[in-house]
């Protein structure tokens, strides 16, 4: 194990951000909320904070990403695209946000095709996490096999120790980032994070399935969602987007379009609108539905990976507290009164 | 956060005869979270009104969700009876729906709540609750609690935290905008709160949309802020719930009450006080018309 002191690895982020080969992404306080932004100085890069209040997922999937140009001048139709080649290193990620990015590698990267944009930023992209000192409030990632300090996903994991951080190294890609970081060999005792006993049931999505018609649960838990895109926007895992081309510029013998994709929630109400205008999830128990099926059953069943990773985000931002947590013991337990109202269809 | 036993066991018994008796079919109302504090309820059964609480941490306007009760659940049947649980805030928008014609007063039963004003999870009274003065609702087919006998004047003036966005040039102040609204993700937890937004397809969620795009970018959240404060000019109850709701802290309330003074000068009309469409849509134009 290495070591760097707090000193050292302050100058190593602020060379980060001098070099050009990089953009430096790190938690910083963002008028009081704690955000991931691409930052100047090393300075603004926040080292003692809790969960931030959005996943990094931007910087693999950005909220809006440009995807082609189109220039049309006369008869002539010219296309580029612009993604930049520039390495990014997210600093201060999080174990579980990181496991969220390799839940997302199983769509993106494992399908053939991958995803072009998506393993575009991958590919340039080095995750440097931070470990939790402890579970935050409605952190439940050890129940989806992860950890406050799992170095799994990760290029490196720093963790707090006497002095400075414990330094480990997990890829190569890591490792070739320390350039320039004065490491310090250390044989020092890592103190466990804390965590929780108490753990959230995920069933199989066998047994989801079976479940399936099971809609008091959703009418139960559904019925005061408000159908906004709070949850999965700040959800490391969720990956639906839309994609359309808007014209940017016109004007004699020059249009200019681009075609951006942004993203986009199964929660809201006309994500499931089909063309003539049908909807066939037109309730808010039957999307809530969805959300739950898609990381518990479709996305685990097609893709691999469970798609959730128990970073607690949708829990403590939902507005009417719709809580994943009490959802998935409800589902599993499925012993609900049958007092809510009845069906939903 | 400490439960208004007395009220809460009036709330329960009132939603128990009203479902007991068939006169409603469900009761919206709130339930302690488990997160604490509380949260939007949907009782059907008159075994399940034991769920339903009273609390200063009842901060969400439960009329938002009439919306979703306007249709019946099949078709050929009617839509529900449905009775909500409101406080002076929340029941102006029932006023609003009423005059927009979105919902029929005969199908909702009004459970009203005298309010003392709300808390957060410190105990500190809500900034929105230090400016209102209302303590009983303006619509109401119950009413629980013990209005005050006469009325204390609110801990703040309705206006003063506006004066300082007011006083800032018009570059500092579009400046100071554009720095909350970069913030916006535009998750739409404003919009979908919003007893007042309900169209079908939000004009700033088209799929052809004319005027803005779906980019999650500065552009497109500078005039979705803009145009819903706009939209609710003159119809917007001063629920603060957007405010509330917004992950990131953007202070809607500011765009919204800016217009309700603007409305207020000009028309003498302060949205859901009475059963009155908005003046604002209505006598535009027309002769004696403020502008």
């Known amino acids: 194990m290495k070591f760097v002191t707090l000193g050292d690895l302050r100058i190593w982020l602020n060379r980060l951000t001098l070099e050009n080969e990089y953009t430096l992404v790190a938690p910083c306080d963002v008028d009081g909320h704690v955000l991931y932004r691409p930052i100047a100085s090393g300075d603004e890069v926040l080292l003692d904070y809790q969960r931030p209040e959005l996943s990094p997922k931007d910087c693999l999937l950005p909220a809006t990403e440009v995807m082609l140009q189109i220039e049309k001048r006369g008869d002539e139709v010219v296309q580029k695209e612009l993604l930049s080649d520039r390495t990014q290193v997210l600093f201060g990620v999080r174990p579980c946000d990181a496991h969220g990015f390799a839940v997302m590698d199983a769509l993106f990267l494992g399908q053939d095709p991958p995803d072009l944009y998506y393993r575009h930023h991958r590919e340039r992209t080095v995750l440097v996490g931070l470990a939790c000192p402890q579970m935050w409030e409605a952190c439940f990632c050890t129940s989806l096999g992860g950890a406050p300090d799992d170095p799994t996903h990760l290029d490196l994991l720093l963790r707090e120790v006497d002095g400075g951080y414990a330094v480990e190294v997990v890829t190569e890609r890591g490792s070739a980032l320390l350039d320039g970081l004065t490491v310090q060999e250390w044989e020092g005792e890592l103190p466990p994070p804390v965590t929780r006993a108490e753990t959230v049931p995920i069933l199989s999505p066998q047994e989801w399935r079976s479940l399936f018609e099971e809609e008091r649960i959703w009418k139960r838990h559904g019925e005061r969602c408000l159908s906004c895109r709070l949850c999965a926007y700040v959800c490391p895992t969720c990956r639906c987007f839309d994609v359309t081309d808007r014209v940017v510029e016109e004007r004699a013998g020059v249009t200019r379009i681009e075609r951006i994709r942004v993203w986009d929630a199964c929660t809201s109400t006309n994500y499931r609108r089909a063309a003539g205008g049908h909807n066939p999830r037109p309730t808010k128990p039957g999307r809530l539905r969805n959300r739950f099926y898609c990381k518990f059953c479709y996305y685990p069943e097609d893709f691999g990976p469970v798609g959730c990773v128990g970073c607690g985000r949708c829990i403590v931002s939902c507005p009417v507290d719709v809580d994943i947590g009490e959802v998935l013991r409800d589902v599993a337990e499925a012993t609900l009164p049958p007092a809510c109202g009845g069906t939903f269809r | ?291």
């Open chain 2, 1 to 291: 956060m400490q439960l208004d036993e007395p009220l809460t066991l009036q709330l329960r018994d009132h939603a128990r005869q009203l479902l007991e008796s068939g006169q409603v079919a469900c009761v919206v109302g709130y339930e302690a979270s488990p997160r604490g504090g509380a949260r939007p309820v949907f009782i059907y059964d008159p075994t399940d009104a034991d769920r339903l609480i009273w609390s200063a941490a009842c901060v969400h306007n439960l009329v938002t969700y009439l919306h979703d009760k306007k249709k019946p659940l099949r078709r050929n049947e009617q839509p529900p009876h449905v009775a909500v649980v409101v406080k002076p805030c929340d029941s102006r928008a029932i006023n609003i729906l009423l005059a927009e014609q979105q919902i029929e007063r005969e199908r909702v039963f009004v459970i009203g709540v005298a309010c003392e004003g709300l808390q957060d999870e410190t105990g500190e009274r809500l900034a929105r609750c230090s400016r209102c003065v209302d303590r009983v609702p303006v619509v109401f087919d119950v009413l629980l609690g013990e209005p005050p006998e006469s009325l204390s004047a609110a801990d703040e003036d309705e206006y003063s935290d506006l004066a300082r966005i007011e006083e800032m040039p018009p570059a500092d102040r579009l400046a100071f905008w554009l720095h909350e609204f970069d913030r916006c993700i535009r998750c739409y937890a404003c919009r979908q709160v919003c007893p007042g937004c309900y169209c079908t397809t939000c004009m700033f969620e088209r799929d052809d949309g004319l005027w803005v795009d779906i980019g999650i970018e500065l552009p497109q959240k500078h005039v979705f802020h803009l145009g819903r404060a706009l939209h609710l000019a003159g119809r917007c109850v001063d629920c603060e719930e957007c405010e509330r709701v917004c992950p990131m802290g953007l202070p809607l309330s500011l765009l919204n009450r800016s217009l309700t003074r603007e409305v207020d000068s000009l028309y003498s009309h302060r949205a859901g006080r009475d059963e009155t469409l908005n003046p604002l849509l209505f006598e535009l134009g027309e002769e004696g018309s403020p502008i």
